[in-house]
């Protein structure tokens, strides 16, 4: 079972690089990577068995967060208490997005950084995603305010972008007064 422990912190550079693309069949590495990180992100959401395994709260991992530099994310979204919408993004890219940008209020999080950051993310409210499933079916899935914020944030893990290179360094709430706050 995937601990804390074992997500990379923002300090390795690893986490700075470009993911490679997927080729189908998935190798065992990548599905045992992927199961561990849906156990991983459902387990972090229910608290009793966060306390109980010392897991940070986390709704997404993309695989380059485990170490793998490779083009995939998972997504664990919980809809309403204890249930919760599993998402497998292979090979995911951004089809369309709205005009309209938001930003989380209390401000983002990620498994990889341990600290407190100060600023807002612009985020589009919706994206539509087109992605590969582990049998290497394409889909399309639309994310919505905090779905979208989520699928985005992992996305950039894939280039090599943490959702503080999204803040400006100068002026942390620029803009604001042109975006929703979630």
């Known amino acids: 079972m995937l601990k804390t422990k074992d997500i990379l912190d923002e300090k390795d550079e690893r986490l700075h690089k470009v993911s490679e693309e997927v080729t189908f069949p998935l190798s065992d590495i990548d599905k045992k990577l992927i199961n561990d990180s849906i156990e991983y992100l459902t387990n972090s959401q229910i608290e009793g068995l966060a306390e109980k395994y010392d897991l940070r709260p986390g709704m997404g991992m993309a695989a380059v967060q485990l170490g793998r530099l490779k083009r995939y994310f998972v997504v664990v979204h919980e809809y309403e208490p204890q ?52 049998d290497g079916n394409m889909f399309t899935v639309r994310g919505r305010e905090e779905l979208a914020v989520v699928f985005q944030h992992e996305f950039d893990h894939l280039n090599g972008i943490m959702f503080t290179d999204r803040i400006d360094k100068k002026n942390p709430f620029k803009d604001q007064d042109k975006m929703r706050a979630i």
Do not use: W
Not at 91 to 103: D, G
Not at 104 to 116: A, P, T
Not at 129 to 134: E, F, G, V
């Open 83 to 134: 249930k919760f919408n599993t998402y497998v993004l292979i090979n995911p890219e951004i089809i369309s997005n709205s005009e309209e940008r938001i930003y989380v209020d209390e401000g983002e999080g990620c498994l990889s950084i341990n600290r407190e950051v100060v600023g807002i993310v612009p985020r589009y409210a919706r994206v539509t995603m087109r992605a590969y499933d582990m």
